[in-house]
């Protein structure tokens, strides 16, 4: 059998018509005649009725049964016509937290994509709680998050840590490079709970106050949301330095500080093979991108579009 075999018998089962398929297939009717007789040798018993008068091919009960087997072939067919195709290119599934995707990784999957067609990224954004899971079976290859949890086949790296500071709407409300969550008013804070340690911290600071005014789960959703002029937030570095290019902020240490938000990269340990060199060409590149951490940020003083 072969694939020109395969596709006619399956045109001709949709059309039921040996003209018809001819005309598809830009063949002679005498070609797709003779590929029909031919797969017919191969496989030892007839697939249509030949009976003159009738304008519509009908298939003899064995053609009904290898209908079935048809479409199966052509499905290998075509998934190993596509393995061939991307002989040349790697998929890498990267899973991580939304902030990190956003505020950090983004300019680091352009560079990938731009520089290095080979590979192919697709990205998902979850929280650090569910990338264990997908992680342990192989739903991604690689995942980054904020929390460390012992897994028997997983390998947990850390990979930086980042300051957090308290950011105000300009004018800001209170205009001191170091402020008490005391001073905050509670009702116009804008809250997501940026890892585990943090949460603790807030919980004890804030929340035992009163509840934010808004609470998201990713930074887009707050920044778009962040339509009071009175509006604060306490947010790591690489977040603020994302805001800040959509709207000035002023920017103030905390005099009694949360811990310091640490990222942690996991892989596993027994790799797909097919993913295996993606994943350490992905780890080389992170690295490098890596080797050039952000500097702290400079406090009592506004930093925006125009005042970076």
């Known amino acids: 059998m072969n694939l020109s075999e395969i596709e006619t018998f399956l045109t001709i089962v949709n059309t039921k018509s040996i003209t018809r398929t001819a005309e598809l297939?830009?063949?002679?009717?005498?070609?797709?005649?003779?590929?029909?007789?031919?797969?017919?040798?191969?496989?030892?018993?007839?697939?249509?009725i030949r009976s003159k008068g009738h304008k519509q091919v009908e298939l003899t009960p064995k053609g009904m049964d290898f209908i079935v087997l048809a479409e199966r072939w052509m499905?290998?067919?075509?998934?190993?016509?596509e393995l061939q195709r991307n002989q040349e290119t790697l998929l890498l599934t990267i899973g991580c937290p939304d902030s990190l995707n956003i505020a950090v990784f983004a300019p680091l999957y352009?560079?990938?994509?731009?520089?290095h067609s080979h590979i192919d990224l697709s990205i998902q954004s979850h929280h650090s709680s569910e990338l264990y899971g997908l992680l342990g079976d192989h739903s991604i290859d690689i995942g980054f998050v904020y929390h460390k949890l012992h897994y028997k086949n997983i390998i947990t790296e850390k990979i930086f840590e980042e300051t957090l500071y308290l950011v105000q709407s300009d004018p800001p409300a209170i205009?001191?490079?170091?402020?008490?969550?005391?001073?905050?008013?509670?009702?116009?804070?804008?809250?997501?709970?940026?890892?585990?340690?943090?949460?603790?911290?807030?919980?004890?600071?804030?929340?035992?106050?009163?509840?934010?005014?808004?609470?998201a789960d990713t930074i887009t959703l707050l920044d778009r949301l962040w339509k009071n002029p009175g509006?604060?937030?306490?947010?790591?570095?690489?977040?603020?330095?994302?805001?800040?290019?959509?709207?000035?902020?002023?920017?103030?240490?905390?005099?009694?500080?949360?811990?310091?938000?640490?990222?942690?990269?996991?892989?596993?340990?027994?790799?797909?093979?097919?993913?295996?060199?993606?994943?350490?060409?992905?780890?080389?590149?992170?690295?490098?991108?890596l080797k050039n951490p952000s500097p702290t940020l400079p406090t009592g003083q506004v930093l925006g579009p125009t005042k970076q």
Request: net charge neutral; with cysteine.
């Open 175 to 215: 205009r001191s490079p170091k402020v008490h969550t005391d001073e905050l008013n509670s009702s116009l804070e804008l809250f997501l709970s940026w890892d585990d340690n943090f949460q603790i911290w807030h919980d004890r600071w804030l929340s035992a106050v009163s509840r934010p005014h808004i609470a």
């Open 75 to 81: 499905s290998l067919w075509k998934e190993t016509m």
């Open 231 to 289: 509006n604060w937030m306490i947010a790591p570095v690489s977040v603020i330095r994302e805001l800040v290019h959509y709207r000035p902020l002023y920017i103030s240490q905390l005099k009694n500080p949360p811990p310091n938000r640490v990222c942690y990269k996991i892989t596993h340990r027994y790799p797909k093979t097919t993913s295996k060199w993606a994943v350490e060409f992905f780890e080389d590149t992170l690295e490098q991108f």
């Open 110 to 115: 352009s560079k990938i994509s731009h520089e």
């Open 25 to 48: 297939l830009y063949l002679s009717q005498p070609t797709v005649s003779h590929r029909l007789r031919s797969l017919e040798n191969e496989l030892g018993f007839p697939l249509v």
